[in-house]
């Protein structure tokens, strides 16, 4: 199973677009998207304050940059 980050915040209606994309791979792909509210780290608010929401594969390291579609998704977490 392939485990992912979505680095969000409260309020954030991208964010909230960002997870409707990514709901349908769940479906079709063998995989976990935990939802990470960067206000929890400051590291994380300096590096995603302007760009979430951002997807990361865990197993890579390797980010996905709003604004994406899920044709796009698809290609970077199978």
């Avoid at 677009?17 to 063998?30: R, W």
């Avoid at 951002?54 to 698809?74: G, I, K, N, S």
């Amino acid at each position: 199973m392939l485990h992912c980050i979505l680095f969000s915040t409260l309020g954030c209606h991208l964010c909230d677009e960002a997870e409707a994309i990514l709901a349908p791979l769940l479906s079709v792909l063998p995989l976990q998207i935990e939802w990470v509210d960067i206000i929890e780290k400051e590291e994380w608010v300096e590096r995603y304050g302007i760009h979430i929401p951002v997807v990361m594969r865990l197993d890579t390291q390797a980010e996905l940059y709003w604004p994406f579609t899920t044709e796009q998704a698809y290609a970077f977490l199978k």
